[in-house]
């Protein structure tokens, strides 16, 4: 069974380990990141369309 924490490791394995921690987690975020951007992009898509309906569709009725 492997111990919960790395107290009995050398230091650079256990530096060598936190460093791969953080790359991990670095490309999650980033990961989540990329994700968050699409959706916004999608959301400011689907707003300006909107707008420009509303605007074509106002400017008929006064037309």
């Not at 975020?29 to 999608?42: C, K, M, P, S, Y």
């Amino acid at each position: 069974m492997l111990p919960l924490f790395s107290c009995c490791t050398d230091s650079s394995s256990a530096g060598d380990a936190l460093r791969r921690h953080q790359e991990r987690k670095l490309r999650m975020l980033r990961f989540w990141r990329d994700g968050a951007e699409r959706q916004v992009a999608a959301l400011e898509a689907a707003i300006s369309t909107l707008e420009r309906q509303m605007q074509r569709d106002g400017s008929q009725a006064q037309g």
